[in-house]
């Protein structure tokens, strides 16, 4: 794999990691457990939207770049937007993780979720600050302000929930069993991350994972939760297999630009 | 804050010690004293003294204004995992969290008069309270989330300018703030307009179709004719309302028919015609019988909007629970 | 307390500084479970049109306010002090930095 092309797979996960998850938080809008939270969740939805399209449009140029295009002049390629990247591909197509697409659940389920991916997101976009790459470096630079917020409200949360009452509790260690064998796809490089971790592009996850670990440690004890045992771990996602549940948000999602193709919006 | 100092209220018995300090004044000389003030366009503060029916109108409008915007956030949440492009998802997004954190302005000048959110929210939920029956109307298409801002909107903003200069400090405060962030409301939901009556036949159709169901339920939103308003005069004469109903409904009329036009769409009132002589448009009737029964219930989406919003309370009950009860803990923790 | 209900968070007082160098500024209200819940509150709900830098969150029950009643006996005696104010001492001509 040329390392262009795993800079298009890598910026695209980026970007489909954000966006799957960003429209999951944005599910909570109008219907949070206190006003509050809905207006705490729509602006973690509004940081990851953000990032999504700077990632996706970065995906895009770069796609460009190293994909001739199957035209006779062997000019480069069409070059996908933002929107041509998240509107019309179908679910084979997204390479997200799993665990940003499943539902949003009760809002033990949110703050779990968020709370593993934001553990892991803050350490790689902290660590693509130092990218070779200028332009993943200037996404990372802004985005890192906005995930260590997330982190913090995540962490905050679920101690709230874990030391709070014997129902928050319960809710919240169900959660985390559950949605812990969809953390071990977040470690498991695929060919794009080799690649560019070799190249100093990207961080090797191993080390992401270290940070990760001693995060997900250290909010647990406080939250007076157990961490799971790393048993089976599920995972395709990185490679376009993913659960049942984001073709459907997808069809959601995507409904106008697919019904009414080529047209402004 | 307030709660307590209201509640502090010197007892009717001093009124007996009229001479010790401080000086207490009968009612009836309160009374005019703050119309004095209202008339002299001060503001009335929480702790100033207020007659019972102020207080009462206040709370009852502040509420349902808040209420309103909690509701109003469901239509359009309806449609931000749908959104067509991300542009336009981060702006509805924003908007409708922009609802959210007006409600909560709200909300919070209404608890400086002594009514805690959770008794007003109790209240919406019962169905004791009222919202604006606008939001009872469903978003079928894209298109309605562009005549929302356009239409609702607008027609919401005309009422928040006014309040900008409403008797209560609190409210008014709350009002420009509110106005100051709503200004992008209006001009998204006309954007998406433009774009759809620029765009393709069939995007064309959908605006007009959007203009169809909306138009009339945003001409009552400004509320019943001034001759049916219940609480106009007295609302007016103290100053919480600085303009009537059927006024602010006619300056709306007369600022959108030439933004319908711009837009190349049609008004569906046959009625609808420039006066030289009044210097206004003339316009059809308002179906009020509709307009009641939505505000009995019986709007299309009425029974939607109060199970939604029945549920996230109750689904959130835990949760709300559980922070309290760690932050008890916590508290406790750090005193030992 | 300005929530009687025990089941619902306390009400806090927000305060925002706009900018450095500006006094904080009350910007209104929200409910919160704790101090630190307050803050992470005010700053979503109250600085999303990058109005902040610096937050404070009061418990709004501990919160004393003077009374309406007294307002005679507190500020009008300061209405007469115009020693205090500059414009009181008229400066001849080409006098000057002062």
Known sequence: MSEQEALFRYTLRMGDNSLVLGHRNSEWCGHGPVLEEDIAQANIALDLIGQARNYLTYAGEVEAKFRPSALPTGQAGPLRTEDDLAYLRGEREYINVQLVELPKGDYARTIVRSFLFDAFHLPLQQALTTSKDERLKGIAEKAVKEVTYHLRHSSEWLVRFGDGTEESHRRAQEALDDLWRYTGELFTPDEAEEVLAKAGIAPKLADVKQEWSATVDRVLKEATLKRPADGWMASGGKKGIHTEHLGPMLAEMQTLQRSYPGVEW | ?336 | MATTNEKDWPLWEIFIQSKRGLDHKHVGSLHAADARMAIENARDVYTRRNEGNSIWAVRAADIHASKPEDQGAFFDPADDKVYRHPTFYPMPEGVKYI
């Open chain 2, 1 to 336: 804050m307030y709660k307590i100092s209201l509640r502090e209220r010197v007892p009717s018995t001093t009124l007996a010690t009229r001479n010790t300090f401080p000086y207490i004044m009968p009612d009836s000389q309160q009374e005019s004293l703050f119309q004095q003030k209202v008339d002299a366009e001060q503001k009335i503060e929480p702790r100033d003294w207020m007659p019972d029916g102020y207080r009462k109108n206040l709370v009852r409008q502040i509420s349902q204004h808040a209420h309103s915007e909690i509701v109003g956030m469901l239509p359009e949440g309806n449609w931000i995992t749908r959104a067509p492009s991300l542009r336009r998802k981060t702006i509805l997004l924003a908007k409708v969290q922009d609802e959210a954190g007006h409600g909560l302005y709200l909300y919070s000048a209404a608890e400086t008069l002594g009514t805690g959110r959770d008794e007003m929210v109790d209240q919406l939920l019962s169905g004791a309270a009222k919202y604006s029956s606008i939001f009872n109307y469903p978003t079928l298409t894209w298109a309605d989330i562009g005549a929302i801002g356009w239409l609702v909107d607008g027609a919401a903003i005309m009422n928040q300018v006014m309040l900008c200069r409403t008797s209560y400090g609190p409210y008014a405060r709350a009002m420009v703030r509110i106005c100051k962030e709503e200004s992008f409301h209006q001009r998204q939901g006309y954007d998406i307009l433009i774009t759809l009556s620029k765009g393709t036949p069939e995007q064309k159709a959908m605006a007009q179709d959007a203009l169809d169901r909306w138009w009339w339920p945003s001409l009552m939103m400004f509320g019943p004719s001034d001759k049916d308003s219940p609480h106009s005069a007295q609302s007016l004469k103290w100053k919480i309302k600085r303009q009537s109903n059927d006024e602010l409904r006619q300056i709306f009329i007369d600022r959108t028919v030439s933004q319908a036009e711009f837009l190349g769409l049609k008004i569906p009132d046959p009625k609808l015609k420039w006066n030289e002589a009044t210097q206004h448009y003339d316009w059809g009737e308002i179906d009020w019988t509709e307009f009641n029964e939505v505000i009995r219930g019986n709007g299309p989406c009425n029974a939607e909007r109060m199970a939604a919003r029945r549920k996230a309370h109750a689904d959130g009950a835990w949760v709300r629970e559980a922070a309290l009860a760690y932050a008890g803990k916590k508290s406790k923790r750090n005193a030992a």
